[in-house]
């Protein structure tokens, strides 16, 4: 997964201003949180910049599919194992009867829930990664055996 | 199908966990979504990709036809084996072990190269076990000894053993259970383990367990292969601290040999602290067939039947195992109910199969009905048709069908080989 340095080396790194950050680096940051989009930098549409273009849409594709607080899952690598579903402490909290014993949801207030072989996304406000006073709950990525489960 | 707060849900027979909580969405006679399914079970509750044809001799017939050219053969041979069965429910392995009676034949399945010895040893009492909820509500202390349930039991370690909270366990895995791996190489299950993990060379398990015995008396552990004994120390002080150990043996250590050490390695574990044993079955109803067995003959597996005054006579041994009588080419015909050994065993073995009349039952088209005289397709047990299982710690489970459709159940169609018999 691409971070805020490998973005910012296919930026112009003019620190123009144009897109409304104060330098590249910060549009690089904010490119990586999904506060703006690869179109907010206008110098990039010249031609010299057109290759850097293709490549930084080509990094940021994978961000783009990925929920509000970043979850991204690798539906190739899951097994449906459900160690994420019962691992997450929202889960837990939300559901103690069902997943909270090992068991299939009772609910339909929990974050992660296993469907058809792989596990899906719901509820996100609900996850401890949303909003701004989020924590950086890593629970459901320590206890995958995978790796199928990535925040960017 | 178990009925919850207004939720139907099903068991998925995809592999010896049995989880009684899978919802399905069905429209019309097609399975829509699986929700709770791993992805092995949601494979085998969508169906196959290929099922299996309705074939005697290269031809299409129909059932009928099929069933009675089945029948003629197992009629005809003097020696015949049935073989497989752990894909099947109770009921159709019941109905095996009689016609098995009826036809003076061998019958075997997949636990006489596996984990027929610890098997046998739980069934006759020489090991300590429990059952899975017992796991859940109050183990602390969880082995998996040459087993990687992330891969042959996906929902394994979330079910049942390392992350739920239980009565005894409310923290769960974060604070109040204890997960270690011993294998020969770093599995996904190991993965999640962390430093828990003890990497072992291979074929080394009966020494390891040796050394394990000397560290858990108090002795010094005499290493005959390159290991730190620190770490041999420090599974020990964990082992000995357990209020209630599980050990987890999958296929990695299954030998005969084997068993003896690990029976001797139980047995020291329950004087230092409190260890209990599953293992790790992998065809939902190995088990089931072993206890049916066990239940009819006093034997869990490689058994001969023959006809006798009295009733019957059964004979059991290493003879009898499936291995033994493909390589000494004891047999004149086959029936394989459920299974596919003409792709797991070795070439050697299996090549004899290609040479005697065989007959392949079973739901999904595989190497050995591709070599079958006669297929019969069968219903997918527990999404076509209900039953019984055992699952891998002994509990009985019920299970209704999740769609009806027209095929015929493993035992309606060992029933009607019987009346044709």
């Known amino acids: ?152 | 199908m178990v009925s919850c707060l207004n939720k139907n849900y099903y068991v998925c027979t995809g592999c010896a966990l049995l989880c009684d909580d899978i919802e399905v969405e069905v429209s019309g006679d097609q399975i829509t979504t699986i929700k709770t399914a791993c992805r092995k079970g949601f494979s085998r509750i969508r169906g196959c990709i290929e099922p299996m044809p309705c074939i005697v001799n290269g031809k299409n017939v129909d059932i009928n036809t099929a069933i009675k050219d089945a029948a003629k053969i197992l009629k005809n041979a003097d020696k015949p084996l049935i073989f497989g069965l752990g894909n099947s429910t109770s009921e159709a392995q019941k109905q095996a072990i009689k016609l098995a009676k009826r036809i003076d034949a061998f019958i075997d399945d997949t636990s006489s190269f596996c984990q027929g010895p610890t098997l046998e040893a739980i069934l006759h009492g020489k090991i300590r076990t429990c059952t899975l909820d017992d796991v859940r509500n109050r183990a602390d202390v969880i082995v998996y000894w040459g087993a990687d349930p992330s891969n042959s039991h996906p929902r394994h370690l979330s079910r049942y053993s390392y992350f739920p909270r239980g009565e005894e366990r409310q923290r769960g895995w974060e604070e109040d259970r204890t997960a270690i791996v011993i294998d020969v190489r770093k599995s996904h299950t190991a993965k999640i383990c962390g430093d828990k993990f003890f990497q072992i060379p291979l074929h080394t398990d009966a020494f390891f367990i040796d050394a394990l015995i000397d560290a858990l008396s108090g002795k010094v552990p005499n290493m005959l292969f390159d290991y730190d004994i620190k770490n041999l120390l420090k599974l020990a002080n964990i082992l000995k601290k357990a209020q209630f150990g599980i050990i987890f043996e999958g296929f990695g250590i299954y030998n005969i040999e084997y068993m003896e050490t690990m029976a001797r390695l139980m047995g020291k574990l329950n004087e230092v602290s409190n260890f209990h044993l599953i293992p790790m079955v992998e065809h939902y109803n190995m088990r089931g067939f072993n206890q049916n067995l066990f239940e009819e003959t006093g034997f869990l597996n490689r058994v001969k039947f023959k006809k006798c005054e009295k009733g019957f006579d059964v004979k059991y041994g290493v003879d009898y195992s499936i291995m033994e009588v493909l390589n000494t080419k004891k047999i004149d015909a086959a029936l394989i109910i459920g299974s596919d050994p003409m792709s797991y065993l070795p070439r050697s073995a299996a090549e004899y199969l290609l040479e005697i009349p065989l007959v392949s039952v079973g739901p999904c088209e595989n190497f050995t009905s591709r070599v079958a005289k006669v297929t019969i397709p069968s219903a997918l047990s527990g999404v076509e048709c209900g039953g019984s299982a055992v699952r891998m710690d002994g509990v009985k489970v019920r299970f209704e069908p999740i769609i009806k459709r027209a095929r015929l159940s493993d035992e309606e169609i060992l029933k009607r080989i019987i009346e044709a018999i």
């Open chain 1, 1 to 152: 997964m691409a971070n805020a340095m490998e973005i910012y080396q296919f930026l112009p790194k003019t620190n123009c201003k144009k897109c409304g950050k104060s330098t590249c680096m910060a549009f690089a940051v904010a490119l990586l949180s999904r506060e703006v989009t690869v179109e907010y930098c206008t110098p990039l549409k010249e031609t010299k910049f057109k290759k850097n273009y293709e490549k930084l849409l080509e990094i940021v594709a994978p961000v783009e599919g990925s929920t509000e607080t970043g979850l991204i899952v690798h539906e190739e690598k899951c097994f449906g194992c459900g160690n994420c579903v019962v691992a997450c402490p929202v889960n837990v909290a939300n559901d103690p009867q069902g997943v909270g014993i090992g068991r299939a949801p009772t609910n339909d207030k929990v974050i992660l829930q296993v469907e058809n072989g792989i596990v899906r996304a719901s509820n996100i406000q609900e996850c401890r990664r949303f909003g701004k006073n989020r924590i950086l709950c890593n629970l459901c990525i320590i206890t995958c055996p995978t790796e199928a489960i990535e925040f960017v």
